[in-house]
């Protein structure tokens, strides 16, 4: 009785949650209409407008983003592309334009070693922590003296 | 020991505060331009007043130069014309627009009816010198020296305090550039 009531409220809750979930795969970005010759330079594209940021957006990426400059630098990243530029030859004509700040992935460099290696230093470091403190507090343990072990055995005997 | 070891939870919590706090004070929107040093980039460009006219970096003047990049799309920029105005009567450069990805019609349309501050306007309507320049919005203004190399990239709209503060600094120290190069070839 009461499962044909749920039923189909269970049937709604499930849909609601298939609409949910597959509108996360929907791509609201905007979109251009670009033709390429197959499919690795389509890749290549999408790669490249993926990591490279928008200068005026601040927070978007070339592909997220709709405003002029990100429009213009997206239609530069598929003029290169079709011109057989790479893509080290693309990001350099970024970087020496706008400075490494386009770069959503920073290049390995002296300046970044703690922005990369960080997160793992960090890791290393609470590991060595957590080890001294875990070290600690085993040493620390005392046998139980005879009048506690004495109480022990009457509480497990009960 | 253990002492220290008690405290270490606040001393970090100062460290993260004392850094998250400079973190508040920085402008986002600051860029550092990646062209500051560099060579002012080659161009090809016609003239905004008469499309048959070529211009290049041959036609800069010798001296100091600002480059300023205007549009009439943006607002900023109408906001800013007055102050470019001003600064356009100053002997000690010589002041040159880049017409940013606009129609010739309403750009000429502006500067007739706001006054034309520049000696002459660059019409970059694909906006590719714009790129090379690492332009992305305007107002933007340059400072390129004797050398055509540029010295400055300011974002934004100029006015009488970023004036004071950022460019009579620079043109100062340009100045003096340029008379020590000048006394270098005559001695």
């Excluded at chain 1, 598929?78 to 893509?87: H, Q, V």
Aim: with cysteine; hydrophobic share 40%; charged share 25%.
């Amino acid at each position: 009785m009461t499962l044909q009531i749920i039923k189909p409220v269970i049937k709604q809750v499930t849909t609601l949650l298939l609409a949910l979930l597959t509108s996360a795969l929907v791509n609201a970005g905007p979109i251009d209409t670009y033709q390429f010759p197959d499919e690795v330079t389509k890749k290549r594209f999408q790669q490249l407008v993926y990591e490279l940021r928008c200068p005026k957006c601040q927070n978007q990426n070339l592909a997220d983003s709709n405003s002029m400059i990100a429009v213009d630098l997206r239609k530069q990243v598929y003029d290169m592309l079709l011109e057989g530029r790479s893509d080290m030859e693309i990001v350099n004509f970024m970087v020496e334009r706008y400075g490494d700040y386009v770069l959503y992935k920073p290049k390995v460099t002296a300046a970044t070693y703690l922005l990369w290696f960080g997160p793992i230093g960090f890791i290393i470091i609470g590991g060595i922590i957590i080890a001294i403190f875990v070290r600690k507090s085993n040493t620390k343990t005392q046998p139980l003296t005879a009048e506690q072990q004495r109480q022990l055995d009457d509480i497990l005997n009960e | 020991m253990s002492k220290v070891i008690r405290f270490l939870p606040l001393i970090l919590f100062v460290l993260l505060a004392i850094l998250l706090f400079r973190g508040l004070s920085l402008d986002p929107t600051a860029m550092p331009s990646a062209l500051e040093g560099k060579a002012f980039p080659e161009f090809q460009l016609t003239e905004l007043q008469d499309e048959n006219k070529t211009l290049s970096k041959d036609d800069f003047a010798d001296g100091i130069k600002l480059v300023n990049v205007w549009a009439t799309w943006c607002p900023g920029c109408k906001y800013e014309h007055p102050f470019l105005l001003k600064i356009a009567r100053d002997k000690r450069f010589a002041l040159y627009g880049v017409n940013y990805k606009d129609a010739r019609d309403d750009a000429l349309q502006w500067l007739e009816q706001y006054n034309n501050p520049f000696q002459f306007t660059m019409f970059d309507v694909d906006g590719k010198l714009g790129m090379d320049l690492g332009v992305y919005g305007a107002p933007e203004t340059f400072v390129v020296d004797h050398n055509n190399r540029i010295r400055k990239r300011f974002a934004g709209i100029l006015d009488e305090a970023v004036w004071q503060q950022q460019f009579e600094p620079l043109l100062l120290q340009l100045q003096q550039e340029v008379q020590d190069s000048s006394n270098n070839t005559r001695g």
